[in-house]
């Protein structure tokens, strides 16, 4: 079974054990006197079992309490989740804002009743203390980069990513337009999606939006596919995009003709680099995002202010993977998660972990896991 079959198998199970963890919350916390915080992602994703096993390894290293919220269906899933954390008496929540130009009551409301700072997508017009994350427009420039190693001559380009509502994601995109236009560097630069752009060299045709569902992002790039014949390129922006791209290709019999470059560590995208079916991608370190976050909130619960530096803002840099460096970088990447199995065969998980709870919680995961694969394969 594949990641995003398992992906998808687990939404209503996270939904579920999301309620049920919200019942005893953060009780655990004020019971034992330790500090309670939260990371709260922008969806499910192999990318966010990474950064969840950083967040808990904090949570070890540090003695705190940690629960993860992975929102399965958008803004209302994540608002309600942040709600009942804060109902709960979170100490702390690092959130990936879904759309922080539409959130910032929810926002505030984080920022009134505990700590707040956002981590792989910014807002910064909140009141936010720190982000936690890296330059998406810089990374953004950097799968431009691949494009053009892809297609050094030019040709067509297809985007395709979940929302453009999320600043990491309109970065990101802007990032690889103003690369392939040669323009010069500025983040506050924005083309309207449904235009084409287009110079001398790359014409890039459009940005497909899928709101982190697959078989629709699947739908998007078996159209792009059947609607230009001279596509050349597909750039997935989303950890689930360069793998779906790759699938609508192999359907269409166009594999190799059609390139594909890709953004973060699906493990789809790391075989197609090995087997040269992906020119590369541009990896995040969601591990440390995770980490980091936990760090940043428990010394702010504790009163230390020395965490957050002046710029606000702590910047983990972006790598670009190609097939040189890809074994080395899947073996780290397994190594992190403690795992020979790769990241699409754990399923996200809402939990809340401590150092002391930790193995008992994991058993149990272990045992749901099975059942589920057993009537799935039923």
């Not at 990371?39 to 540090?62: C, P």
């Not at 053009?148 to 990513?161: I, Y």
């Not at 541009?282 to 980091?292: A, D, F, K, L, S």
């Not at 702010?300 to 080395?328: F, M």
Request: glycine letters at 6%; charged letters at 30%.
């Amino acid at each position: 079974m594949s990641c995003r079959e398992l992906i998808r198998n687990c939404i209503l199970f996270t939904t579920i054990l999301s309620i049920s963890i919200a019942i005893v919350g953060c009780n655990q916390g004020k019971e034992d006197g330790k500090k309670t915080v939260s990371f709260v992602t922008n969806g499910i994703a192999s990318f966010w079992v990474i950064a969840q096993k950083g967040a808990e390894k904090a949570g070890e290293d540090l003695d705190v309490n940690v629960e993860v919220r992975m929102p399965p269906q958008g803004v209302a899933d994540q608002k309600r989740m942040v709600q009942e954390l804060l109902a709960q008496g979170i100490d702390g929540i690092a959130i990936s804002p879904i759309d922080p130009d539409n959130q910032s009551e929810l926002l505030q409301e984080v920022a009134d009743n505990s700590i707040l700072i956002t981590q792989d997508s910014d807002a910064p017009n909140s009141p936010r203390l720190c982000y936690v994350g890296m330059d998406n427009y810089k990374a953004g420039r950097m799968c431009g980069e691949l494009v053009k190693e892809a297609l050094p001559e030019g040709g067509e380009v297809m985007l395709f990513v979940g929302r453009l509502g999320q600043a990491n994601a309109r970065h990101r995109r802007q990032g690889v337009i103003d690369e392939l236009m040669d323009r010069s560097y500025d983040n506050t630069r924005y083309d309207e999606p449904d235009k084409v752009v287009k110079n001398d060299k790359y014409t890039i045709l459009d940005t497909r939006l899928d709101d982190f569902d697959f078989p629709q992002a699947k739908a998007n790039a078996q159209d792009a596919i059947a609607k230009y014949s001279n596509l050349k390129c597909m750039v997935g922006l989303f950890a689930y995009n360069p793998p779906l791209c790759l699938e609508a290709i192999k359907d269409a019999g166009k594999l190799n003709q059609i390139k594909v470059v890709s953004f973060d560590e699906d493990e789809i995208s790391l075989q197609g680099i090995v087997d040269g079916t992906v020119v590369g991608t541009v990896v995040q370190n969601p591990y440390r995002y995770g980490y980091e976050s936990v760090r940043i909130l428990n010394a702010l619960a504790n009163g230390d202010q020395s965490v957050i530096p002046e710029s606000k803002a702590i910047l983990i840099p972006a790598r670009t993977i190609r097939k040189d460096n890809v074994k080395e970088f899947w073996a780290e990447l397994k190594s992190i998660l403690g795992d020979s199995n790769q990241t699409g065969e754990k399923l996200p998980k809402t939990t809340k972990t401590n150092s002391s709870t930790k193995k008992n919680t994991e058993k149990k995961n272990e045992s749901t896991e099975k059942q589920k694969e057993t009537k799935a394969d039923e």
